[in-house]
Structure formats: structure tokens, C-alpha cells
């Protein structure tokens, strides 16, 4: 039967593609999409719908409305028969009914509203099967070109939306002859969730101890060195859509290298509630590859319900603050109707990083291996200690590569070769790097120069230094 109603919806709509179409237009009822993907239906939904005749319509002609499967009229058709039934016409106010009664005393289903016009409409027919209201134009004046009228359903109709729909206007004159259609929007979906982080977690930790924060830090609630704190809001547009879903609890759950390396610490092998390291409490996976935690239940408005994940250091200073690399957020949301107890609504957010307070260089051209080309990189650590270096790279192809190289002396100029860059990542030779190098040590304090040697030449290569990158 659904095949059956697109089919006649699919007509309609190719037959307002080839004449002059009625105008249908409406203010579309809003369904939650994830509500609608769960199999929620709008149960009981008033709306209106106006349509604009660009056609002269005589008398006796039929109006058609084909609904598509989107919309279900079989409590309508239940309450008003499968036969044609008057519309109770009232030339005072404009307006005919359809009612309980059927005679404009009862509770009212539907109402035509003419306006000013001089057409009135009767013998109205509900096909639930078929999608479709039609109607006559009652004998005495027809519809004149431009006139309007418009068809409001009420709660009592029944009428049900289980998605996305549309309406098309169709008319033909008492011996079938076609006349006009059109095809307007009905009903849309539209996401009911949100979900963003606000303020990322970027402490930069405290390159000795490890155990503060030596920068940065989003301090929402609390300006300390052993404070960092994520903010986020979740949106849940309940009252504003039909077919909604109904929220209990949300969870929000970070990925990211939460291992310290510090076999027995807390934020490794315990539970971090324990020493109120979290605020709410956090859960990590026994992998340490990610925490979860409880996130603020939001409003039902559409609002921004904002909430936060602090992390607190001070009660046990003893803790080492991983560096966990890039940190992915996601939501989920538990709900108590449709057909699953949980929904994912957003994955993959950039939630931030802790990251040590180091010293970066990046050089974005590094050839090595090149038959002819040498290339070399000098660092002048200005500092009295040595400092050990982490280098990361990519190349041309998209392979990533990380690796360290030797530590940088203290108050030395020391060169890396190409062959112990090649070495440390494990690079092969025609590669074109983008080479970056984490130094354990304070900004300004190490300094390079990259060059490239052809021959008797020598060509500078630039860093991240020289440009102002920090």
C-alpha cells in the first residue's frame, strides 16, 4: 500500500512539473530526526496547509489531496467513514466543517477556510489506503483563478506523521479533465541534539616533575597550575519537535593516551574519583585509552546546557600528568522511548591535549636520501643542560614516522646529519619530509638552521622559528 500511495504522490508531482501549478504551502511541522530514525511516530499532530489556485475550477470539479506514507489517516478515516460526507459551510464566518456530529455542533476534524471567496466545498472523501482527502466544489460558483483557501486538521483528527512528508494538490473537472496541481512541504526533520566542546583541555605540562601544569590550562572554575578543565555544552530541542526523544543521562567519553607510564599511579592503575582528580568522577578503560564521565542532562528548550570536566591535581601532587596526544571527544545519550536505550550523537570532537612544555621546531621541506643532495640541520642549545629531542615526520606519500635522535649537549652547536634523521624515524631514501622536533627545553633557548647541500651550493631550508611559529 505504501508503494501504492508514492506511486500516486510521484504522479502528481510530475503533473505540477508540466503545467501551471497550485501554490501549497504550510509552516512544516518539525520532527526530531533522530526520534524519526528510531521509529517515533507524531501521533495526533494539528496543522494547516493553504493552497493557491492559479486555475479557473468550475463546479462539481474534485479536489485531491495525496499525502505520502509519511502520514497516516486512519484514525481520520475511522472517525468520518469511507464514504462521502457533507461539509457543514458557514458563508457568515467563511469557513466548512467536518465534526463529530456533522453538523458543525460536534468536535470539530477539519475546516476549510475561504475567506472572502465565494466557493464553498462538500462531499468529502478519506482513503486512509490511498493517502488521500478529496472533496467537491460545491454547484454554484467555481474557484476563480488566484482565490485561496486553506484546510487546518486538529488533534482530533488522529492525523499521525512518522517522518519527512509532503502534500500534493491535484483537480479535475467533473468528466476528468485535468486542471491544475502542486506539491508543497508538509512536514521536515531536523537533528534534535547538539553537542560541542567549548574550551578544549590545553595544559602544557611542567617539563620536571610533571605533575603541574607549566601553562595554559582552561582554568574555568579555578586559576591554579594543577588545574585544567573542559567545557562543553549539550542541546536536546525536545520541546520544540513532535516525535522526540525522551532523555535520562548523558555520557561523554574522551579518547586520548591517558597511560603516565607510572606503574600504580592513579590516573594509570586506580580509579581517579578515589583521589578527586575528576570533577564529576571519570572512568578510564583498562587500556587507559580513554575516560568517561556523567555530563550535565540538558534542557529540553534548545537551549545550551553547559558543563565541564575539571581536572584537579592538588590532592595528590605525586601524579604525573600524561601526555596523551590528541584528545577525541563523543557523546552518548541514554533515552527512555524508540527503539534503542542509547544514542551516539556526536564522535570525534577535538577535545584538546596535554602536551609537555616544550620546545618545537618544525622544518616543512626536508629531502633526504637524494643522490647529489645532502641536508643537514644545526642546533645551538644556549641552555647549560643537555636536552633530549623527539622527532615526529610525514612525507610525501602520507607515512608517518617518529623516532629520537641523540640529546642536544648544553651550551653546544650540535649537527644532524640526513643519515641520522633517516635513522631515528626509519625513513627511506627519496623521501620528502615534513620533519618536526620536540625539544626538552624553553622556548628560545635552541635554535636551528637547516640547510641542503648540491654540489658547491647551499640553499637554507626554512623552520618554524624563522616564520614566528610557536
Same mark, same amino acid.
Given at each position: ?64 489531496? $495525496?499525502?505520502? %506514507?509519511?502520514? %497516516? ?33 460536534? $468536535? *470539530? ?131 520544540? &519537535?513532535?516525535?522526540?526523544?525522551? *532523555?535520562?543521562?548523558? $555520557? ?56 565541564? &570536566? ?57 629531502? *633526504? ?18 636536552? %633530549? ?43 620528502? &619530509? ?27 631550508? *626554512? ?8
Amino acid at each position: 500500500m505504501k508503494l501504492f500511495k508514492k506511486a500516486l504522490l510521484a504522479t502528481a508531482i510530475f503533473g505540477a512539473m508540466g503545467a501551471q501549478a497550485a501554490t501549497v504551502s504550510s509552516d512544516p511541522l518539525k520532527l526530531s530526526a533522530e526520534g524519526v530514525a528510531a521509529g517515533l511516530t507524531a501521533e495526533n499532530v494539528a496543522f494547516d496547509v493553504d493552497f493557491v489556485v492559479k486555475k479557473l475550477t468550475p463546479a462539481a470539479s474534485t479536489v485531491t489531496l $495525496t499525502f505520502d %506514507d509519511a502520514v %497516516d489517516l486512519s484514525d481520520l478515516e475511522t472517525l468520518v467513514g469511507t464514504t462521502a460526507v457533507d461539509i457543514t459551510n458557514d458563508p457568515a464566518t467563511g469557513t466548512g466543517v467536518i465534526d463529530s456530529a456533522g453538523d458543525g455542533s460536534g $468536535t *470539530v476534524y477539519l475546516t476549510f477556510s475561504y475567506g472572502t471567496g465565494s466557493f464553498t466545498f462538500d462531499r468529502l472523501v478519506v482513503d486512509a489506503d490511498a493517502g488521500t482527502i478529496s472533496f467537491e466544489v460545491n454547484l454554484g460558483n467555481p474557484i476563480t483563478a488566484e482565490s485561496a483557501f486553506r484546510l487546518s486538521a486538529s488533534v482530533d483528527a488522529g492525523v499521525d506523521f512518522s517522518g519527512a512528508s509532503q502534500i500534493a494538490y491535484a483537480s479535475e473537472e467533473s468528466d476528468g479533465t485535468a486542471i491544475e496541481t502542486g506539491v508543497g512541504t508538509l512536514a521536515t526533520t531536523t537533528s534534535q541534539f547538539d553537542f560541542a566542546v567549548t574550551a578544549p583541555f590545553d595544559g602544557r605540562i611542567e617539563r620536571v616533575a610533571q605533575t603541574t601544569f607549566a601553562k595554559n590550562g582552561n582554568n574555568l572554575t579555578v586559576s591554579d597550575a594543577a588545574y585544567d578543565t573542559l567545557g562543553y555544552y549539550l542541546v536536546d530541542n525536545a520541546d520544540n &519537535l513532535e516525535a522526540s526523544l525522551i *532523555v535520562t543521562s548523558a $555520557t561523554v567519553e574522551l579518547e586520548g593516551d591517558f597511560d603516565n607510564g607510572v606503574t600504580g599511579s592513579p590516573v594509570v592503575g586506580g580509579d581517579p574519583a578515589t583521589v578527586g582528580q575528576f570533577t564529576p568522577a571519570a572512568t578510564f578503560s583498562t587500556s587507559q585509552d580513554s575516560l568517561t564521565f556523567t555530563a550535565v542532562t540538558p534542557t529540553t528548550d534548545g537551549a545550551k546546557t553547559a558543563g565541564t &570536566l575539571v581536572f584537579d591535581n592538588t590532592t595528590n601532587t605525586t601524579v604525573v600528568i600524561p601526555q596523551t596526544g590528541d584528545i577525541a571527544a563523543s557523546a552518548t545519550l541514554a533515552v527512555s522511548n524508540g527503539s534503542a536505550a542509547t544514542l551516539e550523537i556526536a564522535t570525534n570532537v577535538d577535545a584538546g591535549e596535554w602536551a609537555l612544555d616544550a620546545l618545537v621546531i618544525n622544518i616543512p621541506y626536508f629531502p *633526504v636520501g637524494f643522490e647529489g643532495l645532502s641536508t643537514s640541520v644545526h642546533f645551538a642549545n644556549e641552555s647549560a643542560n643537555d636536552a %633530549d629531542v623527539i622527532v615526529t615526520a610525514i612525507d610525501q606519500a602520507g607515512n608517518e614516522y617518529d623516532g629520537t635522535i641523540a640529546d642536544l649537549a648544553g651550551d653546544t652547536v650540535t649537527k644532524v646529519s640526513q643519515v641520522a634523521i633517516m635513522e631515528a624515524l626509519g625513513a627511506p631514501a627519496g623521501s620528502k &619530509l615534513s620533519v618536526t622536533f620536540n625539544i626538552n627545553a624553553n622556548d628560545g633557548d635552541v635554535n636551528a638552521y637547516a640547510f641542503s647541500n648540491a654540489g658547491t651550493g647551499r640553499q637554507a631550508l *626554512v623552520t618554524s622559528q624563522e616564520k614566528g611559529i610557536k
